[in-house]
């Protein structure tokens, strides 16, 4: 599967201090997302948005899965499912099919955007559904909501997520993240879970280096940058977080989604699983202001 899809036509959400740039049919990504002329998240190239490579997008959303499925394939209800391996040097599947696909633009207005997926089932995911995508801004906030429907005539798993991407700025001063999470699924060198350990203290992010998913997460979080301060709220069903910041890269990803790395192979918590026609939902809304609040703890 190719990470290049089309980034074209461009689609621009304005309401107050905020400007949000969206590419539709490049995976459903935000493109870009400015508060009161600051980036929010990270903006993507545009000898990456030339290439089509959402990968480089400021978001994305993850469904019907979120990070790695083993050798790219499982096992469900019985039934042993092969899927593509769809990074380029990677043995896994990852982050689902839904940034990989074009959406469609169901509803637009000055503020919101509804975009459209529907899949049938292929080597890229065997179940059919049918999802929403809907993000607005209004006042100093942006929301991302999901909505996911099994389309299938049988049960399927499910998970829902979003890969948003945030610049650090290390040059004006460092970047911290106050949040709270119970365990930290630690990785072996396949980049698969492997144990669940208690959460480190997090320092700046700029001199951190992380990949890996934390569990009995409290659906909140604060992300003091040098410009503003993001307070991010999530709904019940994204109980899971991914910190994601590389080495030597001048940004990091804070990704809320709904269940663990791995988790068809047995890793807790689990995907979620839908009977024919049922719904799953998610929702995540980053609030800004321009001071920060009192620092939150790490962890409990």
Known sequence: ?????????????????????????????????????????????????????VRRTACYPLLPFSNRI??????????????????PGEPHAIHGVGFQRPWQVVRQEAGSITLALEHQPDRAWPFAFLAHQHISVDGDTLTLALEFTNRSAQRAPCGLGWHPFFPLDSARGPTHLHTGWSSMLLNGPDKLPRAAVAPPALGALDDTVIDNCFTGW????????PRHTIHLTASDTLCCAVLFRPEGQ???????????????????????????????????????????????????
């Open 218 to 225: 409290t659906r909140e979080a604060t992300i003091s940058a």
């Open 250 to 300: 001048a940004f990091f990803a804070f990704e809320p989604v709904s269940h663990a790395n791995n988790a068809l192979h047995g890793q807790l918590p689990a995907m979620h699983v839908l009977e024919p026609g049922a719904s799953l939902s998610a929702r995540v809304s980053l609030t800004l202001c321009a001071t920060a609040p009192t620092s939150m703890p790490n962890h409990p």
């Open 1 to 53: 599967m190719s990470d290049t899809l089309s980034v074209t036509p461009l689609c621009t959400l304005e309401s107050g201090d905020w400007r949000v740039t969206l590419a539709p049919t490049l995976g459903g990504s935000i493109t870009s997302a400015r508060w009161r002329g600051q980036d929010v998240l990270r903006a993507t190239a545009e000898a990456d948005l030339a290439q089509g490579n």
């Open 70 to 87: 083993a050798h790219a394939g499982f096992t469900f209800e019985g039934a042993r499912h092969a899927l593509l391996a769809n990074f």
